[in-house]
């Protein structure tokens, strides 16, 4: 039977419907993972370097203005001290985009709410914060704001669905991956701050090159582990409604799997989001029979499975020759591949260098 538009009703009904499951006493905690427990120790607050840390910073500040590709893929990232984000944020200004950037690069959460201060209804500053806020309170009324400032970004119901699976309350979790079906943008703002990180490294004195290769190998993805976590918990269920025969129960979870490891390769330029974008859809897919009408432009699941193969296959060809390519291409070619990835994307680059002669 072909995927449906229509099986967002038995969507709702389906996910509510475990929270009643659960209450009988079967095994939701098989459906859990340890990692988004709702009692999971919160860390340590995030804080401002002291006078301690900046003081020998000013004596003898790092002078070093460029870095290698084999420096970073050996894991030699460098990372900007208080008074260099400092003297970024004077020079270019203490806007949205500029504090997320400096909160990630220092790692101090108070940037991002400075920010959030500033401009409480900016989405962007609402989902750092939703993903990186230090307790669960802040992170939930950070999430609330977000959804509120962005209604039609689906990662805010994917997010929602999230912290309801962590918390339990299957229905709450249910209505939000329905609600996700309605709102096709899927925007985490990634490409924004790495800009803004990149031009903090320029500020401080690197090559553009090595600027966007800094900010490229320093940023951080806190938001695919949350869909990968709701992926996992979406296909358990899928797992345990075939197990008992339930088709029409396990149908909805397919469309809502599938639809968020499209939107993932759709939506995002990085190769990592895209590269877990075609896992999540792959397990969904490998279940159906290969003649239900699942894929894109009319594509059935075997169809689908077979472009999402070769899709990884090109992936894992290129890698090895792409590798040595990054390491040893001159300034010039490093110039064009990183304007390619900005315009075209990382894999659309990725093939651009290792064709390149």
């Keep these: 039977m072909p995927l449906r538009r ?16 659960v209450v009988r006493g079967k095994k939701w905690e098989v459906l859990r993972k340890p990692a988004i427990s709702a009692t999971t120790e919160v860390g340590p607050a995030s804080k401002p370097r002291s006078a301690a840390e900046v003081i020998p910073q000013l004596q ?3 002078k070093r203005t460029g870095i290698t590709i084999k420096d970073l893929i050996a894991g030699k990232v460098p990372q900007l001290n208080q008074l260099q984000v400092d003297a970024f944020l004077k020079n270019q200004g203490r806007t949205s985009v500029n504090l997320l950037a400096a909160s990630r690069l220092l790692n101090d959460l108070s940037f991002a709410r400075e920010a959030a201060k500033a401009d409480p209804k900016d989405p962007a500053v609402q989902l750092e914060l939703a993903l990186r806020g230090e307790t669960p309170e ?3 009324a950070a999430l609330a704001a977000f959804r509120e400032a962005a209604p039609d970004n689906s990662l805010g119901d994917f997010l929602a669905a999230h912290q309801a699976f962590a918390t339990g309350d299957a229905g709450a979790a249910g209505l939000a991956l329905v ?5 096709p943008l899927y925007a985490d703002f990634t490409q924004q701050i790495i800009a803004g990180s990149e031009q903090a490294y320029r500020d401080a004195g ?27 918990t979406l296909k358990q269920l899928q ?7 339930d088709f029409d129960a396990a149908e909805p979870t397919v469309i809502i799997g599938v639809t968020l490891g499209q939107r993932l390769q759709e939506q995002s330029p990085y190769l990592i989001d895209q590269f877990t974008g075609i896992v999540i ?7 159906l029979d290969p003649l239900t009408q699942a894929g894109p432009g009319g594509q059935t699941a075997g169809e689908r499975l077979d472009a999402l193969d070769a899709r990884l296959l090109e992936i894992r060809t ?7 390519k990054l390491a040893t291409a001159d300034a010039a070619t490093l110039s064009q591949y990183v304007a390619k990835v900005k315009a075209d994307g990382e894999l659309a680059a990725m093939r651009w260098l290792v064709e390149k002669k």
């Design 206 to 232: 690197y090559e553009p090159t090595s600027a966007f290769a800094a900010a490229m190998f320093s940023s951080t993805l806190e938001h695919l582990q949350s869909v990968r976590d709701v992926s996992d």
């Design 60 to 62: 003898d500040p790092p």
């Design 281 to 287: 859809e792959k397990k969904f897919l490998e279940q």
């Design 6 to 21: 229509t099986a967002q009703i038995a969507a709702a009904l389906a996910l509510v419907a475990v929270s009643v499951w």
């Design 239 to 245: 797992d345990e409604f075939i197990r008992t025969a």
């Design 179 to 183: 609600q996700s079906l309605d709102n």
């Design 138 to 140: 802040e992170k939930s």
């Design 318 to 324: 290129l890698a090895p020759a792409y590798g040595e």
